[in-house]
């Protein structure tokens, strides 16, 4: 375990982008574990006589207009972020990759089959279901995963698909099977490990998305209700007083591109190190 | 070519059938009636239901609504009387598509012009800086761009225009902010296709035999690292009209995006479903020629489907 730990410090002190990319990740995930755990507020703790405060020691971003603590608010948002930004690579992950096996290792009819489906749930933007299922079920980060799982796999499933039937062909695969492996443990002890890089590159690309689109859904109106509040309801409610009280706004904005860049950041450099670009920019 | 056709119109078909279907039956689950409210008794919201035919037995309505899709009939908003989605839909389009359309361009001239000078810059500090701005592009998502754009240039500054597309200066921040996702995109595609063409035998054949290096990008290398910029128009297509969902809200722009959005706040369900059916056609018919013109360009693509 400890040997793990270190060589995964080593692959990220090598590589500038990943390691700034996991270091402001992993600050985004303490303060949004822990700040609403020992917050003296809650998220929907409401304060008449505090409404629309600036910054101070007791409310480090100000308060609402209804005297609601920003700053737990903005964590507490961002925890439902990762919440759904987790959930569904998890879901996603394990569907896309399942898919993608089967497909690429039986290949012939079923493959053909398999990715027409994948082409089909593919052909249209991905938003367009996840609205319609938010407002058939109910508005809670259940149904955003949800939706976002509906379609976020055939990405993956295609990566997955391409590299087993790369990997089928080579030697050390006929060896397994000649040696009497069962098809799964082939597909997990085998075929799946050398497939890796790629599909962590698929993954980490996945984990934004899928925050960028909770945080869209939210702010048009169908995400997370009320009294949740995710970044993008934040922004939403915090646009009406866009003119007054720009920092309302603006905290919710700086926590979630923050929290995007640093899943951006950790992408670029799992790509890099996984397509073995040495030279760094 | 012709096999390829087929296969792509049958699957563009299929997907299209699916998300009619999909839809249809989400729109008709979500809960309460759309003529609930206000004042309305029992009786009187059964009897609304009853006239719009929302008594029937759900595959009888289901039917009817493909029966009317064949003829181009969306049906009727259930908030907006007297008004057809057709209607709604002839209003908003052109607003929305010319935004898309010179988001699209800029977004595929900027990307190509960046992404060829990150890949051929000498100079680290080029690269490094349009690296970092790629990155930026990606992460920062559409509507809270538009929003600090609209916060800085319009309110702050009052440089340009904010609301609505009167006046030409006002397809500025609108486009800027939906453009600003794709030409990252497209930067990091390009930059990434020309690398790997820059590896390949041909340039070195064409650099030996004495042609000069601007012809060679231009002339031949850019000829193939294109083809995965053309690749992405289709995706850009889908992701603009849903980026306008946003934007368009924000800078009130009259196009497809807020009418969704709208319908949406208003529950029309009608609405929501028609629109829905009509970004689908359209993102599905703008993949559908993307991938055509890529496979009359790329015999490759033909062979690899057969």
Same mark, same amino acid.
Not at chain 1, 96 to 107: C, F, I, K, N, Q
């Given at each position: 375990?400890?040997?793990? &730990? ?9 590589? @500038? ?115 319609? &299922?938010?407002?058939?079920? =109910? ?23 391409? =590299? ?33 890089? @790629? *599909? ?7 984990? @934004?998305?899928?925050?960028?689109? =909770? ?8 995400? *997370?209700?009320? @009294? ?54 | ?28 689950? #979500? ?8 004042? +309305? ?16 037995? $759900? ?9 009317? !899709? ?6 009727? /908003? ?18 929305? +598509? ?22 051929? /810059? ?23 761009? +538009?929003?600090? !754009?609209? $916060? ?12 609505? !597309? ?5 397809? %500025?921040?609108?486009?800027? /902010? ?11 595609? #390009? ?19 004495? $042609? ?20 992405? %128009? ?28 709208? /319908? %949406? ?5 009608? $609405?929501? !479903?028609?629109?829905?059916?009509? #970004?689908?056609?359209?993102? %599905? ?22």
């Amino acid at each position: 375990m400890r040997r793990w &730990i270190r060589k995964g410090w080593a692959w990220c002190l090598g590589n @500038p982008l990943l390691a700034s990319g996991t270091f402001l990740f992993a600050l985004c995930l303490l303060l949004a574990v822990l700040v609403p755990v020992c917050a003296p507020y809650s998220y929907a703790e409401q304060n008449a006589g505090f409404r629309n405060a600036g910054s101070s020691v007791s409310h480090l971003f100000g308060t609402d207009k209804f005297g609601r603590d920003i700053f737990v608010r903005v964590w507490y948002g961002a925890g439902i972020s990762l919440l759904v930004g987790m959930g569904s690579c998890l879901i996603c992950g394990v569907t896309g990759t399942l898919w993608g096996s089967v497909a690429g290792y039986r290949g012939g009819r079923l493959d053909m089959l398999l990715m027409r489906i994948a082409d089909v749930i593919d052909a249209v933007p991905s938003l367009l279901y996840v609205i319609l &299922i938010m407002l058939a079920f =109910e508005a809670n980060a259940g149904s955003v995963v949800l939706g976002i799982c509906i379609s976020g796999w055939t990405g993956l499933a295609r990566v997955v698909r391409g =590299e087993i039937q790369r990997l089928k062909m080579q030697e050390f695969c006929t060896a397994a099977r000649l040696a009497g492996a069962r098809t799964g443990r082939i597909l997990c002890a085998h075929l799946l490990p050398n497939a890796a890089g @790629p *599909i962590i590159v698929n993954l980490t690309f996945l984990a @934004p998305k899928a925050i960028f689109t =909770e945080a869209f859904l939210s702010f048009v109106g169908v995400g *997370i209700a009320a @009294p949740a509040a995710s970044l993008g309801t934040l922004i939403q409610d915090a646009r009406s007083q866009m003119l007054l009280y720009p920092s309302q706004m603006l905290y919710p904005i700086l926590v979630l591109c923050v929290l995007l860049l640093s899943l951006h950041l950790i992408g670029e450099g799992v790509e890099r190190r996984v397509a073995g670009r040495k030279k760094t920019r | 070519m012709l096999r390829y056709t087929c296969k792509r119109l049958a699957t563009g078909l299929l997907a299209l059938y699916v998300l009619v279907t999909a839809a249809f039956f989400l729109t008709r689950m #979500m809960p309460g009636s759309p003529f609930q409210g206000g004042d +309305a008794t029992e009786a009187v919201t059964a009897a609304v239901e009853e006239a719009y035919g929302l008594k029937e037995p $759900l595959w009888r309505q289901y039917g009817t609504y493909l029966g009317n !899709l064949l003829k181009g009939d969306l049906g009727i /908003s259930y908030k907006k009387p007297g008004v057809t989605v057709r209607q709604v839909i002839g209003r908003g389009w052109p607003a929305t +598509a010319l935004v898309g359309f010179l988001a699209v361009v800029t977004a595929a001239l900027f990307g190509t012009l960046l992404g060829i000078w990150q890949a051929l /810059s000498k100079r680290r500090t080029v690269r490094g800086s349009i690296f970092l701005g790629t990155l930026l592009g990606a992460g920062i998502p559409n509507f809270v761009l +538009a929003l600090l !754009l609209a $916060l800085g240039f319009g309110v702050k500054l009052k440089l340009l225009p904010i609301a609505g !597309l009167t006046e030409p200066a006002g397809y %500025i921040l609108p486009v800027f /902010s939906l453009a600003v996702y794709p030409t990252a995109v497209i930067t990091k595609t #390009m930059c990434h296709a020309l690398e790997d063409e820059l590896e390949k035998e041909y340039v070195k054949m064409a650099r030996a035999k004495g $042609l000069k290096w601007r012809r060679t990008v231009v002339g031949h290398m850019l000829k193939n690292a294109w083809i995965p910029v053309l690749n992405y %128009i289709g995706p850009a297509a889908a992701f603009l009209l849903t980026g306008s969902f946003a934007v368009e809200s924000i800078f009130t722009i009259p196009g497809l995006g807020r009418e969704f959005v709208n /319908s %949406i706040a208003n529950r029309d369900y009608t $609405l929501i !479903l028609g629109l829905t059916v009509f #970004m689908g056609v359209v993102v %599905i018919g703008v993949n559908l020629v993307t991938d055509l013109l890529c496979a009359w360009l790329n015999p490759a693509v033909r062979r690899a489907c057969r």
